[in-house]
């Protein structure tokens, strides 16, 4: 595997050495402003023609350099042995967000497959629904990846695969051959407060009822003065969903409220009967869930990491601030220094939680997905 990070400094990428790099078995990943520097892509696709490009739009880039927001990152990934696969589907209304996981899925195939990564739209793509028809399809493949972001502002998010940047696009690229190895952790840092409210009315995302009282009213009720600050607020507030029967659970961010009917608009599905608890942290907290995700990922690995792409939530960022890199920086120690990091801030991400589970879709957590290449047919030590 042959890894190089490059970025647009305005009028160029640099570093700009990428001879050897145009071949099939080059993945492209772009993150930042892409409407922006649609002639910066283009240039680059230009020197490697016969790569394969995806990417998306951020709450803010993950790179070697640290954390950025606005400009673009490129990482090139080279395989010797790994072929990869891109696919794209449009998803017009949340409601076709099955069927779009469900075509995707199908059309990757199954031989040899090893990994799915998934780049969505952020704002008109139902990730939960999106997550678990492409699990059903590929139960036992890993697959990671996340939602588009678009700073704090929520409006409008862009994904690209290869020549194509547009709105309400999923992106899955498959990972073929036995030479890959892949792990992953995915941790958030969150602690749970109050108490354990029943899911009593709840439409896809849009939670109505806990405990039959106004979901709106509760939130407002536990958040006090910092009430009327919502919907911005709920960002440091997220839910925290324990389904009966799953070992696991899900953490979702609050994106939005109704003041007309008193619910609350969240990232990910919210499904009735459910028990929901509210959930707060500190910076040292999620710092710490960053770390975790690092270890459980580091844990699993067969062979050293070559390269990882980490997706956090904007959540995160907004409340960490200027300390946003300390969790890039912890990452980065458990990994080791020669493991080259990319990725981006995200409107929600998705991995299993734990080793061998499917894939969810989550919110407030650190994903780490760590990729290397085994060049022989010995088993990895």
């Not at 062979?303 to 904007?314: N, P, R, Y």
Request: proline share 3%.
């Amino acid at each position: 595997m042959n890894c190089v990070q490059t970025h647009w400094d305005g009028a160029t990428w640099s570093p700009c050495e990428l001879s050897g790099l145009n071949h099939s078995r080059t993945l492209v990943l772009l993150f930042g402003d892409l409407p922006n520097h649609v002639e910066a892509i283009q240039t680059l696709r230009e020197k490697l023609p016969e790569s394969i490009f995806a990417g998306c739009t951020t709450a803010g880039e993950i790179s070697s350099w640290g954390i950025t927001e606005g400009g673009l990152v490129a990482t090139l990934i080279q395989f010797e042995r790994v072929d990869i696969r891109l696919v794209s589907t449009q998803v017009a209304r949340r409601e076709e967000s099955h069927r779009a996981g469900l075509e995707l899925a199908q059309q990757l195939g199954s031989e040899s497959l090893g990994f799915i990564m998934v780049l969505s739209d952020g704002m008109s793509v139902n990730g939960s629904e999106l997550t678990r028809a492409i699990t059903k399809i590929h139960p036992k493949v890993a697959i990671t990846g996340g939602l588009a972001g678009d700073g704090a502002r929520f409006e409008q998010t862009y994904t690209l695969a290869n020549d194509k940047l547009a709105t309400h696009q999923v992106v899955a690229i498959g990972f073929y051959g036995a030479a890959l190895t892949v792990s992953y952790g995915s941790r958030g840092g969150w602690t749970p407060f109050g108490p354990i409210r029943k899911v009593t009315s709840s439409d896809g995302n849009i939670l109505k009822e806990l405990d039959h009282e106004s979901a709106l009213t509760v939130y407002r009720r536990y958040l006090g003065e910092q009430g009327g600050d919502l919907p911005a607020a709920g960002l440091r507030y997220p839910l925290e969903i324990i389904e009966d029967g799953k070992q696991t659970t899900v953490v979702r961010t609050l994106l939005a409220i109704n003041e007309q009917d008193g619910s609350v608009i969240f990232a990910g599905d919210i499904p009735k009967g459910a028990n929901a608890r509210l959930m707060r942290a500190n910076a040292e907290s999620l710092i710490d869930g960053a770390t975790e995700a690092a270890e459980v990922c580091k844990q699993s690995e067969q062979a050293g990491s070559e390269v990882a792409i980490l997706v956090s939530c904007v959540g995160r960022r907004l409340l960490l601030r200027q300390l946003a890199d300390e969790e890039i920086d912890e990452v980065t120690r458990v990994l080791g220094a020669n493991t080259l990091v990319c990725g981006y801030y995200s409107y929600g991400e998705i991995a299993p939680f734990a080793v061998g589970a499917c894939a969810e879709l989550h919110n407030q957590t650190m994903t780490v997905t760590s990729l290397s290449e085994q060049l022989s047919d010995a088993p990895p030590a």
